[in-house]
Each structure stands twice: as structure tokens, then as C-alpha cells.
């Protein structure tokens, strides 16, 4: 019995080290969505000259997964008659499943959307900017986020396993 409950409490241990190291690759992919979602974005307001909700549509029925989630609740948001700036704010807030695309964005890559959203539908040479500002950001929290990833995943994987250990020594 006592054999059975050490190894519960590894696997336990070994899968919360686990799970915390794939929460940092998530932001990794939730950021590479983010710059193809942007980069879409930026086509479709310059060369097509769409309104921002239909833009916004387009661009998630081109998109996948949770991102796609999140840019439907944007073109509500957009939809509902909401400026830029709130809609981004609802559809942020909002949460319609356990692990969001919104929740593996992490507070900077928030803060630049926000500041990006607040940007369109002013004057082309500004919004144009703002798309510049926002990917180059982007990609300089991408290579963050991927550092992050490999130091700190490895650590929490680590961390798992040995505090497994512990338990298989504490209860032996």
C-alpha cells in the first residue's frame, strides 16, 4: 500500500513540474499566433482597406485553435458598436475555456495589443507605426519567452521529479 502511494505522489509530483514548464511553452506559441494574427491583420487594414470588423472576422476564420476563440469575441466586441481599445478589453477579459489563448498571453504582450488597439483607425502613418512598434516588440518577447522556456521549464521539470524523490524517500 505504502509502495502504491509513492508512486502516486511521484507521478503527482513529476506531472505539476511538468505542467508548469508547458504553461511557459504556451505563451511561447500563444506569442508566435499573436505576430500571425497581427501580420494578417495589418494586410488586411492596409492593402484591402476593410473595416476593422471585418478585418477582424476574416483574419479568425483564417486562424485555429483558441486564437481563433479570441478574435470571434473581438468581432463581437467590434460588432456591438465598441471602439478598438474596448473591444480588445472584452475580449481579453472574457473566458470561454480551462486554458485560453487570452490567458497564455503574458501581461507585456497584453499591454502591447492595448496599445496597438488604441492606435487603429487613426491615421494610416500612425497605425502603420503601431504595427511596426507591436511586432518588433513581439518578437524581442518571443526570444524572451523562449529563453524563459528553457531555463525555467527545465527547472520546473526538475523541481517535479526531485520533489517526487523526497516523497518516495520520506515515505519509504
Given amino acids: ?93 472574457e473566458k470561454t475555456q480551462a486554458i485560453t489563448f487570452q490567458e497564455s498571453l503574458g501581461k507585456e504582450e497584453k499591454q502591447s495589443l492595448e496599445e496597438l488597439f488604441e492606435r487603429i483607425g487613426s491615421h494610416r502613418e500612425d497605425q502603420e507605426a503601431a504595427f511596426a512598434l507591436c511586432a518588433q516588440r513581439l518578437t524581442q518577447q518571443m526570444a524572451d519567452a523562449q529563453q524563459e522556456w528553457q531555463k525555467k521549464g527545465r527547472l520546473y521539470r526538475m523541481m517535479g521529479a526531485l520533489g517526487g524523490a523526497i516523497w518516495l524517500i520520506l515515505f519509504l
Avoid: H, W
Fill in 1 to 93: 500500500m505504502r509502495l502504491v502511494l509513492c508512486i502516486v505522489l511521484f507521478a503527482c509530483s513529476c506531472a505539476l513540474g511538468f505542467v508548469a514548464a508547458d504553461r511557459l511553452r504556451q505563451r511561447c506559441k500563444a506569442i508566435e499566433a499573436l505576430q500571425g494574427i497581427l501580420d494578417t491583420l495589418s494586410v488586411r487594414l492596409r492593402y484591402y482597406q476593410e473595416p476593422l470588423s471585418q478585418a477582424v472576422q476574416r483574419t479568425a476564420q483564417s486562424t485555429e485553435g483558441n486564437a481563433r476563440e479570441f478574435l470571434s469575441m473581438l468581432a463581437q466586441q467590434l460588432g456591438k458598436g465598441y471602439s478598438a481599445a474596448e473591444a480588445l478589453k472584452g475580449a481579453l477579459t
